[in-house]
């Protein structure tokens, strides 16, 4: 559905929240979030340039809920590829999550975007909905992580290792480059996580 009449069911309203979702998404892996504009967003989703502003506060408030969708996708498929893994074997859990990450280059690079850029321009509303849908998320993997933490620490360790994985160097451009260059490293990414885990272990 595209077009320049306002939505009016909430079918209609929740459609394009979507297609801003899926144009911004496509925006973000062609130009990088930095050239990116919510005019190009509107145009990418073949809305009107004023729409964006009725879905989303902000271009930050924009991208911090195409961040929380990335989220629980790739806590979905962490918690996949751990089922598949060495489930008590450090190494393998490290590999697993890594790679489920180094597979979804838009997460990192919204990751990396997350503290600096997102939250704080997003809006308080933006910011409160995002705190729920991080902590709701994060819950059956940082359960699944409980065996590399200090008592009841599942969280935080989940939590560390996407700080970790946010200060991994994926770059925020849009070209075919930086997706190759954030899968190669992976094998890098493992083994911060393995080493993040083990020290968990020993807290």
Same mark, same amino acid.
């Given at each position: ?10 079918? /209609? $309203? ?7 979702? %899926? ?5 973000? @892996? ?12 509107? %145009? ?9 502003? *009725?879905?989303?506060?902000? $271009?930050?408030?924009?991208?911090? %809920?195409?961040?929380? /969708? ?15 893994? *060495?489930? /008590?074997?450090? @190494?393998?859990?490290?590999?697993? *999550? ?7 280059? +838009? ?19 933006? !910011?409160? %909905? ?7 998320? *994060? ?6 992580? /409980? ?7 599942? !969280? !935080? ?14 770059? @925020?451009?849009?070209?075919? !480059? ?23 272990? +020993?807290?």
């Amino acid at each position: 559905m595209t077009g320049f009449g306002r939505a009016r069911g909430a079918g /209609e $309203k929740l459609a394009r929240r979507r297609q801003l979702l %899926e144009a911004a998404a496509s925006c973000l @892996d062609a130009r990088g979030y930095a050239a990116t504009t919510m005019a190009q967003v509107a %145009e990418t989703a073949g809305l009107a340039k004023g729409t964006t502003y *009725l879905y989303f506060g902000s $271009k930050e408030a924009l991208f911090l %809920e195409l961040l929380s /969708e990335a989220l629980e996708e790739w806590c979905v498929a962490a918690l996949r590829a751990l089922e598949s893994s *060495l489930a /008590e074997e450090v @190494d393998g859990v490290a590999a697993a *999550l890594a790679r489920a990450l180094a597979e979804r280059p +838009r997460f990192a690079r919204l990751l990396a975007l997350r503290l600096p850029v997102l939250e704080p321009g997003a809006g308080e509303g933006a !910011r409160a %909905e995002f705190g729920r849908r991080w902590r709701e998320a *994060l819950a059956p993997l940082a359960d699944r992580l /409980e065996p590399f933490a200090s008592p009841g620490g599942g !969280r !935080r360790t989940a939590e560390r290792l996407l700080a970790l994985s946010a200060g991994t160097p994926f770059e @925020d451009a849009g070209d075919e !480059r930086a997706v190759s260059a954030s899968i190669v490293r992976s094998d890098e990414l493992a083994r911060g996580f393995a080493a993040l885990l083990r020290g968990g272990r +020993r807290a």
